[in-house]
């Protein structure tokens, strides 16, 4: 009876082990991206699939920072969105809808980043209150209409949270407390910027590449 407990824990254990050990992350192509070397990236307006309104322009106007730090020139946003609107083009996923090569033939750009944003707010669980920000992207050659690099990322406020001193009940006075200020206040903005730097850094893994304008360009 013993051996077949110890042979159950063991086998248990291994099983543990094994779902424990996180699947290696499998490698991006960037065959495409290589060939292309875009120098100019136009960012269009996130889809949002949220249902907070805010978030579509929360993320568009995070994003150039990162794309520029990496070493690409971005056309600047306002302009771009100004330029859209002038044409009745408000909506993102009629904007999204536009062919690449016609976005090539207004805009100018090498390339164009396409994003959407799955999660946008506060999540309330019963002990916890946090903002979630979610999107993932595309980078799509507007010559060729081919994509040439795709990723996600997520930021929470809970990350920095630590409501383990005060037990249960300070538990929930927190979350309750996060929760009114996440309502009165846009959070969310915040933790898009951090979105932002996850989603397009060069330092993640399968991050997006080093651009012309960086020291480090070709060295990816």
Known sequence: MLEKILKS???LSLAV?????????????????KQSRPKS?????P???????????????????????AGY??????????????NGMTAADDIHAIAPAKLQEIFGADAALYVTVSKYG???????????????????????GELLWSGSASASSAEANNNSGGGLIGALVAAAVNQIVNSVSDRGHDIAALTSQRLLSTRQPNGILYG???????TD
Not at 41 to 45: D, G, K, R
Not at 47 to 69: G, I
Not at 73 to 86: G, M, S
């Open 73 to 86: 020139y971005v056309l600047p946003v306002a302009l771009v969105d100004e330029t859209l609107k002038q």
């Open 212 to 218: 012309p304008h960086s020291p480090k360009y070709g």
């Open 47 to 69: 889809l949002n699939e949220s249902p907070d309104v805010k978030a579509t322009y929360s993320m568009l106007s995070q994003m150039s920072y990162p794309l520029a730090e």
């Open 17 to 33: 082990l094994a779902a424990g050990c996180a699947a290696p992350v499998k490698q991006l192509d960037y065959t495409a991206f």
């Open 122 to 144: 506060s999540v309330y669980t019963v002990i916890n209150s946090a903002v979630v920000v979610t999107a993932n992207a595309k980078l799509i050659d507007l010559k060729s």
């Open 9 to 11: 824990f063991v086998c």
């Open 41 to 45: 990236i136009l960012i269009l307006p």
